[in-house]
């Protein structure tokens, strides 16, 4: 069974004629634009905001029709992955670089639909380093303030040089302390010139749909 393909799929029973729809990134979101793209050819009728140049790129494959922000008052649903998921539906996000376009989006939506596999359940947020999205200028001095937090920040790299998202800006994956008060660590990351956007989703996920391994991998929902 892939488990990546069954939620990824679930989520769209909250998909309806006429929508706008947030669409994610990753590896459980990409069942979710294949199924997309299938009933999209078969008469259903929505448009999609991406949350990346990745997820742009697919969902033109797969014949999805896309939109701009200027062109819509509101997403009614977004849909996106996560790279942890703890008891009170709160996450971290970010693994795939596009966290900054995933919090817009998803907190333009109506409805906040989050999809992962059963291992991105944690007891508590943090054995995944937290991403925080940054300026490259001055980053630097960026990074030393949030090493004062208590956090140990590593600039991501890729084929041998700084990994830059889609916005250009450059990415520090940190290592948090084991008891963070999380709330009071997003704000006070975002207090920091030069950060752009940190990989915290708190309070914000409307539905988790993953599967429950004790109950032979059935699709579970949960609401906030």
Not at 28 to 46: A, D, H, M, P, Q
Not at 73 to 95: F, S, T, W
Request: proline share 5%; net charge neutral; glycine share 10%.
């Amino acid at each position: 069974m892939n488990e990546k393909k069954e939620v990824g799929e679930k989520a769209l029973d909250y998909i309806k004629d006429g929508m706008v729809v947030g669409l994610g990134t990753g590896t459980t979101v990409f069942y979710t634009l294949t199924k997309l793209g299938e009933l999209v050819r078969n008469g259903l009728s929505i448009k999609g905001i991406p949350t990346s140049k990745q997820t742009e790129k697919l969902a033109k494959e797969f014949g999805i029709p896309l939109i701009s922000f200027s062109e819509v008052k509101q997403i009614d649903v977004a849909i996106d992955g996560a790279d942890e998921v703890d008891p009170e539906l709160n996450l971290i996000k970010g693994g795939g670089g596009a966290l900054l376009r995933e919090k817009i989006i998803a907190h333009a939506a109506k409805t906040f639909i989050v999809v992962a596999d059963p291992d991105k359940n944690v007891a508590k947020l943090g054995s995944f380093p937290l991403p925080v999205e940054v300026l490259p200028f001055g980053f630097e001095l960026t990074k030393k303030k949030i090493q004062e937090l208590g956090l140990i920040p590593h600039l991501r790299q890729v084929q041998g040089g700084p990994f830059r998202t889609d916005n250009g800006h450059y990415i520090l994956d940190c290592r948090i302390p084991d008891k963070p008060n999380h709330k009071e660590l997003e704000r006070e990351l975002n207090l920091i010139p030069g950060v752009m956007e940190n990989g915290l989703f708190l309070g914000m996920t409307d539905k988790y749909i993953t599967l429950d391994r004790n109950k032979d991998n059935s699709i579970v929902v949960r609401h906030r």
